[in-house]
């Protein structure tokens, strides 16, 4: 054997190679087999091959499994169960691997026996489970359970090496317990960076106050909208220096109030904000505290249609720095797309000043009475666009003001633009020399939806888009049929002029 491989670094190196070689899915380690044989090759081999077999786990079965069969059995429908608490003198195959367990992650493998639920508290009857996975550092609770009866278990699992912690809210919620394993969090993992608290079931909301002061390292934030987040806990949220990542969810009776005039220097490394609001009031009080500026994504859904004034404060309050904006109102029966739901172009002027945009989506705001000004100063000003997204309701009557010049704007100023969905006028279409069907821009956008835009005559407008979009893809229509149709001659004629050219 050569002696390069007795380097636990180069051997390290070689051993992932193998682990990855063919590999699909990312989050998965699928090429288990070639490890497995690495590990009985030779002693020099084994532990490092082994390290990187069990290092992370997407079920426990695997590891009950490493128990004498005496202690677990396979019942119907491919279900692990433990048949009693395993002796003192029965661990030693299973601390051998579990030692190595550093992450317990999704994807969960459904495929693989699962392990009834009534299995966790015989496991953990006479050993811990710090003491059984001693170099655990992400846990995703969901992974092991969803039992609310299992639920507590989770406050066992917290220590000072664990850095990323996920659970999910259980079907039948006792929000004390929940409260239990926050408190726990500061005094037994106080280098927690990643809490994400998320629920796939309907379960009833109920308010908890989140105190962050002791978790000086949070990175990342991720909260159910099960749980009603107090303006206090926000502002404790907002303290936090190193927080890059947050999302919440602000129901009905949240105070956006009480985060007026509040101190500098909050959320001061915030990068990406995700927040799911009942009026979009809310998010601006929360986009108003940020400090960051290294600001990169804000996503915000609401539910009260917001009017022109309302959208223009909060676009005022994201600051420049921003790359990636995305609006949306969630429907109600309510909504409308008449007056005082229409849009013009002064109420999104303020994303001019974001130099750095590489995404705008907007959704179901109401009527975008938007222009070719608009666009085509947008254009100048978002060079490093990539998607656009602006469009009014389905059921807006206003045809929109913008014409194919537009589109020339957006393709010659935005070189990395991939993907455009507007509302346009095709009606008339711009004169282009005979020469010009290999323009300079446009050469990355590939992904057209036009709506319900109106159009002209069907060759003139296959041409233009021939010449302005020389790569396109793929054309998306929402229209009516007999417009539908129009528009697909249009990518027919224009697939035909693809092809001779």
């Not at 380690?29 to 590990?39: C, D, I, M, V």
């Not at 909050?266 to 290294?294: E, G, K, N, R, W």
Request: hydrophobic share 40%; charged share 20%; glycine share 2%.
């Amino acid at each position: 054997m050569h002696q390069s491989l007795l380097i636990d670094e180069i051997l390290s190196h070689i051993i992932q190679f193998v682990a990855t070689d063919g590999q699909r899915d990312l989050k998965r380690l699928e090429n288990t087999s070639s490890l497995a044989s690495l590990a009985r090759t030779c002693r020099c081999f084994m532990e490092c091959a082994l390290d990187t077999l069990w290092r992370t786990q997407h079920s426990l079965s695997p590891l009950i499994m490493c128990l004498p069969r005496g202690t677990w059995e396979i019942h119907s429908s491919n279900i692990l169960y433990l048949t009693r608490p395993p002796a003192e003198s029965e661990w030693a195959r299973f601390d051998v691997y579990s030692r190595r367990v550093k992450s317990f992650s999704y994807p969960k493998q459904t495929k693989m026996i699962r392990l009834h639920e009534d299995a966790l508290p015989l496991l953990f009857a006479e050993r811990s489970p710090q003491s059984l996975f001693p170099s655990l550092s992400s846990l995703d609770f969901s992974i092991l359970s969803c039992s609310s009866s299992n639920f507590v278990l989770i406050r066992d699992f917290l220590s000072p090496k664990l850095t990323t912690l996920t659970f999910t809210l259980p079907r039948k919620l006792c929000p004390q317990s929940v409260c239990g394993v926050l408190e726990d969090l500061s005094r037994k993992a106080p280098c927690l960076e990643n809490l994400t608290i998320s629920s796939f079931f309907p379960v009833t909301s109920f308010p908890l106050d989140i105190s962050t002061h002791e978790l000086p390292d949070l990175r990342r934030l991720v909260v159910s909208s099960s749980i009603r987040i107090s303006a206090q806990s926000v502002l404790n949220i907002a303290s936090l220096r190193y927080l890059q990542e947050l999302a919440l969810n602000l129901h009905p009776d949240f105070d956006a109030d009480a985060l007026r005039d509040r101190a500098n220097n909050t959320f001061p490394a915030l990068q990406y904000l995700s927040l799911t609001a009942y009026d979009l009031p809310q998010c601006t009080s929360i986009v108003s505290l940020i400090s960051s500026p290294q600001l990169e994504e804000i996503s915000v859904t609401y539910d009260v249609q917001a009017q022109s004034s309302v959208i223009a404060s909060f676009l005022s309050a994201i600051g420049t720095s921003v790359r990636s904006i995305s609006i949306r109102h969630n429907m109600q029966t309510n909504t409308i797309a008449d007056p005082p739901f229409l849009f013009y172009p002064s109420t999104f002027a303020p994303l001019f000043a974001c130099r750095n945009l590489r995404t705008i989506q907007v959704y179901n705001l109401g009527t975008l009475n938007l222009d070719d000004e608009f666009i085509i100063t947008g254009a100048k000003a978002w060079s490093k666009l990539e998607d656009i997204r602006l469009c009014s309701l389905p059921w807006s009557s206003i045809i929109p003001s913008i014409s194919l010049n537009a589109l020339t704007a957006l393709t010659q100023h935005c070189p990395r633009l991939a993907r455009v969905h507007l509302s346009l006028d095709a009606s008339d279409v711009p004169e282009l020399p005979i020469s010009d069907l290999s323009m300079a821009g446009g050469q990355s956008l590939e992904v057209l939806n036009i709506r319900n835009s109106v159009i002209g005559p069907i060759e003139p407008v296959a041409q233009f888009l021939r010449a302005t979009i020389p790569n396109m893809k793929t054309l998306y229509i929402e229209a009516h049929p007999e417009l539908r149709d129009k528009w697909m001659e249009v990518k027919a004629y224009y697939d035909l002029l693809s092809v001779g050219s």
